[in-house]
């Protein structure tokens, strides 16, 4: 399967630690987002990264979050010292290359991984 | 900043009837896509829409994007229980590269 891949499915931290999301992004795809959704609501943004470069990042809170797509592997999402607030399911997508603000690339999206807070 | 408000929240059916959710945008977009996410899934891309006043159809499901390119809307012909789940829209200003999604239309559908 060439789709999307996020790890882990599930994770279950405690307030205070480190929560690592992990994304591979389809094979050919250079782009991947982030996002966040909450029960009962729609995908919020977070970031955009393209190959050790973020693009976009006006969705990412300002402290304890960080993104980054090396050279080589997965994309990271980390959150540090997770707060029961961050509880939701992210969601990794990726795009091959844009051709430009007038039509945007369907997004492909992986599984999500399910954080959840103590 | 940009936001995409998509009416309703909620909408149950009985198989066989229609259903359509609508989606406004407080900016001119450059395009808009629409997206279904089942309970406990991911979203998945059903179509994207870029010209004034395009109507698209897949089978059963027709979708519009407005003279404006301000709304759009997503209409199911005689739903099925397949069709369940959420349907999302996302637009893109034209200014960003940031996919901005709707709350999204929860449909259920009894038999």
């Known amino acids: 399967n060439a789709g999307v891949m996020q790890n882990p499915r599930h994770l279950v931290r405690r307030r205070g630690q480190e929560a690592r999301l992990r994304c591979s992004p389809m094979k050919g795809h250079s782009h991947v987002y982030w996002y966040r959704q909450l029960p009962e609501e729609g995908l919020k943004f977070m970031v955009y990264l393209q190959k050790e470069n973020i693009i976009d990042e006006s969705g990412m809170p300002k402290e304890r979050f960080s993104a980054e797509f090396p050279k080589e592997g997965p994309s990271i999402l980390r959150i540090q010292q997770v707060v029961r607030g961050d509880s939701a399911a992210y969601f990794c997508?990726?795009?091959?290359?844009?051709?430009?603000?007038?039509?945007?690339?369907?997004?492909?999206f992986g599984d999500g991984t399910r954080l959840s807070i103590l | 900043g940009q936001q995409v408000m998509q009416i309703p929240q909620y909408q149950h059916v009985q198989e066989g009837e229609d259903f359509t959710t609508y989606c406004n945008s407080s900016t001119t977009l450059s395009n808009i896509q629409w997206y279904k996410q089942r309970p406990g899934g991911h979203p998945v891309f059903l179509i994207q829409?870029?010209?004034?006043?395009e109507v698209k159809k897949q089978k059963r499901l027709t979708f519009q994007f407005g003279e404006a390119k301000k709304n759009s809307s997503l209409h199911i012909t005689a739903t099925q229980t397949t069709d369940v789940g959420t349907y999302f829209c996302?637009?893109?200003?034209?200014?960003?590269?940031?996919?901005?999604f709707g709350k999204g239309t929860t449909l259920s559908v009894s038999s």
């Open positions: 996302a637009g893109q200003d034209q200014a960003g590269t940031a996919l901005i």
């Open positions: 829409l870029v010209k004034s006043g």
């Open positions: 997508a990726s795009s091959p290359l844009n051709r430009g603000q007038g039509s945007n690339q369907p997004q492909h």
